[in-house]
């Protein structure tokens, strides 16, 4: 009587429709955690590409390490390094302008100031300077408000 149920079409299409939605939950988790367990293999990975770029276009800026807690207050994209050999912070970001992203670096200095915005590869450096001045200040103002209400120490 049971197995008579099991062979109508409606219990078949149900049986079909849960086994393709654990299919799905189940990528969907299994991406989740190789996302949230790869976020520091990726920091370290961007680490190395900025001062590979820095060293190219001769910047004395040398990232040493990820900070180890990120701000909680809603940011640009991007992660928060210590330099080498100072009390800065540099934190690399994107901007978006006309659906093209750029990478930028901020050097933010104790003071909770943005001492300078810079592009950290070479695609980015033929696009910033067609970047608005009104862009560059809107990023300047978020960062400088991230760094003021978050402790660095």
Not at 23 to 47: T, Y
Not at 49 to 62: H, K
Not at 99 to 107: P, Y
Not at 131 to 148: F, N, P
Request: hydrophobic letters at 50%.
């Amino acid at each position: 009587m049971i197995g008579a149920f099991l062979k109508k079409p409606v219990v078949r299409e149900l049986k079909d429709k849960a086994l393709f939605l654990g299919w799905i939950a189940g990528f969907v988790i299994i991406s989740a955690l190789l996302w949230n367990l790869s976020g520091d293999f990726l920091s370290i990975k961007l680490m190395r590409a900025v001062n590979r770029s820095n060293n190219i276009i001769e910047r004395n800026l040398r990232l040493d390490a990820p900070v180890s807690h990120q701000p909680d207050k809603p940011s640009p994209t991007g992660i928060w390094y210590t330099l080498e050999n100072s009390k800065d912070l540099f934190f690399v970001f994107t901007i978006m302008q006309d659906g093209i992203m750029i990478l930028c670096g901020a050097q933010v200095a104790p003071n909770s100031k943005v001492v300078e915005i810079f592009p950290v590869s070479g695609h980015a450096v033929k696009i910033f300077d067609h970047l608005s001045a009104g862009i560059v200040r809107i990023y300047t103002r978020r960062i400088e408000d991230i760094a003021a209400e978050w402790s660095f120490e």
